[in-house]
């Protein structure tokens, strides 16, 4: 990433580990000096994937229009699901959220109206403390079988899966042949450079903050892969030169 620029970088053509990386200018916005190096690495993916999830398939309205959606985030204390809580309370969501018990008060804290310990039986039941059924989930957490989600559900809710699995593409597949109400919908990033630009402006405002679990030097990258595939992170884990 350069110094005065935020850009999204595909998997698909090596990611971000390297000194100099190269990516579609369609997909780069200018940094403001508001925003560091490290809080803009942070943003493209993982805040891009939050805000398609609720815009284009949850339903949140950009200009807070709209009814109120009442919306799950599991793991909601990681790197999509702190953004996710942000995005969804800016606009005008009952945002449900799980996390483990050490997370309970950062995750309040990011404004979140419910937050269960999801190795509580509530917590595990993904059931809303105030009774609210859920018009949509962001599920970012794994090993959650469609029977925990569909009671919680409204009547036509849908659970947006981030790391869809077999079982999740085979429950989508039966849901759709059935023209099942309630669907779950697996999430792919379709990354768009006005997208990116809206996030780092809400950066810049102060509207939507990038939490640092943890930095790591280039050459130390693989105990940031370590600390992120033991998927206990606070925020974002950033590699940085």
């Known amino acids: 990433m ?38 803009a690495a942070a943003l493209p993916i993982a805040g891009l994937t939050a805000h398609q999830a609720l815009t284009q398939q949850a339903g949140i309205k950009l200009d807070g229009t709209g009814q109120q959606r ?17 995005l969804a309370k800016l606009r005008n969501a009952h945002v449900t959220a799980t996390c483990g018990a050490r997370n309970i008060d950062f995750v309040k804290s990011l404004a979140a109206d419910e937050v269960l310990d999801y190795k509580t039986p509530e917590g595990a039941a993904l059931k809303s ?49 059935t023209f099942s109400k309630k669907q779950l919908l697996p999430v ?13 402006k809400l950066a810049k405002e102060g509207k939507l903050k990038t939490v640092i679990d943890s930095k790591h030097s280039l050459s130390k990258a693989e105990d940031a892969w370590a600390k992120s595939i033991d998927g206990h992170a606070t925020g974002k884990i950033i590699v940085e030169p």
């Open 2 to 39: 350069g110094t005065q620029s935020v850009c999204h970088l595909s998997g698909h053509d090596g990611g971000g580990l390297a000194e100099f990386a190269v990516t579609k200018e369609r997909l780069t916005v200018s940094r403001p000096a508001e925003v560091s190096a490290a809080e």
């Open 70 to 86: 009442n919306i799950l985030i599991t793991a909601a204390s990681g790197g999509v699901g702190h953004y996710a809580v942000q």
């Open 129 to 177: 403390p105030s009774g609210k059924k859920y018009d949509a989930v962001i599920h970012c957490a794994e090993d959650i079988p469609w029977s925990t989600f569909e009671p919680n559900l409204s009547a036509h809710g849908k659970v947006l899966v981030l790391a869809p699995g077999p079982g999740a593409m085979m429950t989508f597949a039966v849901k759709k042949l």
């Open 188 to 200: 792919f990033l379709s990354a768009k450079g006005e997208n990116l630009d809206y996030l780092v």
